[in-house]
C-alpha cells in the first residue's frame, strides 16, 4: 500500500536576495514496510522536503505548489488542528537540531511521559516505565528521565529525540542525520531499531550526508541535488550501477576503508539557489555536460525501472 504520495511539490524561501527554490517539483512515492534514504550534499533541499510533509514550513518558507498525499488525503488541504493530529502518531520526524524540540525547561521523563499520554490512555506510572525502556533502547541509562536537556551531551539529546519520534510507533517517521553525533556503535543500535519498525508495517525516510549508511539500509535510495531528485532507484543497483553523473561523483567521494583508495573529491559546490545555472543545475561541475545541458532542463526519464533526471538518458 502507499503510504506517501508526492507530485511535483515546490517550496521556496522569499530571501531579499531573490526567491530560493529548495525544492523543486519533487515528486516521490513511499510504500508500506519501505526504508528509503534521501542522500545529498548541504543545502540541496532535503530537510525542507521533510518539513514541507511535515506542513512545518513558515515564512520566509513557503509550499508553493504540489500535493502531498498521506494514504489518499492531501496534507496540503487539511486545517492546522487537523494536521497536529497528524504530526507525532502518523508522521513522526527526527529533526537534525535536536534543541528545537526538546523543552530546555522541563526533565527528559516528563517530556516522553507527555508524549505518551497525549496519543494514548495510560497512567503516568506505565508512561514512566515505558519512558525508561525507550531510553534504554536507544542506549542510555533509565536514570536519564530525571535529567533535563540542557545536562545532556549534543548525542545524548540525539538519542532523546529518537526516543521520543519512536515512542509514538508513527507510520512514518522521517529521521534527518539521526545519527551524525553519535557513534558506530550506538548508530548501529539505532538503525536496528529504525529496520525493526519497518518489519511491523512501518516506513522510514532517512536523510543523511553518508552514502555507505544510506546503501547499506534503505530499500531504495533518493538523490537530491540543488532540489530536484536526479535519481532514484533500488538502493543495490543505484550503488553498483550509478546513471546520473552526480550520483557517480558522489559515490566516488565515499572513503573506502578496505582498500584504502584515494577519495576523490567532487569539483566545485552546489548552486546559488537564488540563481542556478540554467539547463540541468549540475552542468556546471558535470564532466559529462553537453551543450543541451546548459540550455534545457533534462528531461525526467525511466532507465531500467530506475528515475533519472539528465540529458544522458533522453528517451
Ligand atoms: N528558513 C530558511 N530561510 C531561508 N532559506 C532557507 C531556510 N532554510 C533553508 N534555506 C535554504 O534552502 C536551501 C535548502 O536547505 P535545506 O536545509 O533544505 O538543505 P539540506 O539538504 O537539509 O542541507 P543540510 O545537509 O546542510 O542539512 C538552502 O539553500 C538553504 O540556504
Ligand atoms: S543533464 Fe547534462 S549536465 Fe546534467 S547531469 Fe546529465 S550530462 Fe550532466
Ligand atoms: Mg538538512
Redesign the pocket.
Known amino acids: 500500500m502507499m503510504v506517501l504520495d508526492i507530485k511535483n511539490l515546490s517550496t521556496h524561501y522569499h530571501s531579499r536576495r531573490g526567491t530560493i527554490k529548495a525544492v523543486d517539483r519533487v515528486s516521490l512515492k513511499i510504500e508500506e514496510k519501505e526504508f528509503v534514504g534521501i542522500v545529498g550534499e548541504s543545502g540541496c533541499g532535503k530537510s525542507t522536503l521533510a518539513f514541507s510533509i511535515m506542513r512545518l514550513i513558515s515564512p520566509p518558507g513557503e509550499i508553493v505548489e504540489g500535493e502531498i498525499l498521506f494514504r489518499g488525503r492531501d496534507l496540503l488541504k487539511l486545517s492546522e488542528e487537523e494536521m497536529r493530529r497528524v504530526r507525532g502518531k502518523e508522521i513522526g520526524m527526527v529533526f537534525q537540531d535536536p534543541m528545537t524540540s526538546l523543552d530546555p525547561l522541563e526533565k527528559i521523563g516528563d517530556q516522553i511521559i507527555e508524549t505518551i499520554q497525549m496519543h494514548e490512555e495510560v497512567d503516568k506510572r506505565s508512561a514512566l516505565e515505558k519512558a525508561e525502556e525507550l531510553l534504554e533502547s536507544v542506549g542510555l541509562p533509565r536514570n536519564r528521565v530525571n535529567y533535563y536537556p540542557h545536562q545532556l551531551s549534543g548525542g545524548q539529546r540525539q538519542r532523546v529525540m529518537i526516543a521520543l519520534a519512536i515512542a509514538l510507533n508513527p507510520t512514518l517517521l522521517i529521521a534527518d542525520e539521526p545519527t551524525t553525533a553519535l557513534d558506530v556503535i550506538v548508530q548501529e543500535k539505532i538503525m536496528n531499531i529504525l529496520k525493526g519498525m519497518t518489519s511491523e508495517g512501518r516506513s522510514i525516510i532517512l536523510i543523511t550526508h553518508d552514502f555507505s549508511l544510506a546503501s547499506e539500509k534503505s530499500d531504495r535510495i533518493v538523490i537530491m541535488y540543488a532540489g530536484w531528485i536526479?535519481e532514484m532507484g533500488e538502493s543495490s543497483k543505484l550503488v553498483n550501477e550509478p546513471l546520473?553523473?552526480?550520483t557517480k561523483g558522489l559515490l566516488d567521494s565515499v572513503p573506502d576503508l578496505w582498500l584504502d583508495r584515494k577519495i576523490k573529491t567532487m569539483p566545485g559546490l552546489p548552486p546559488d539557489l537564488v540563481n542556478p545555472p540554467r539547463?540541468?543545475?549540475?552542468?556546471p561541475r558535470?564532466?559529462?555536460?553537453?551543450d543541451?545541458?546548459?540550455e534545457r532542463e533534462?528531461t525526467d526519464a525511466t532507465v531500467n525501472g530506475r528515475f533519472v533526471?539528465?540529458?544522458?538518458?533522453e528517451v
Not at 539547463?279 to 552542468?283: A, E, S, V
Not at 533526471?309 to 538518458?313: D, G, N, Q, T
Open positions: 536526479v546520473h553523473p552526480y539547463g540541468c543545475k549540475f552542468h558535470c564532466p559529462k555536460a553537453m543541451v545541458c546548459k533534462p533526471k539528465c540529458w544522458l538518458y
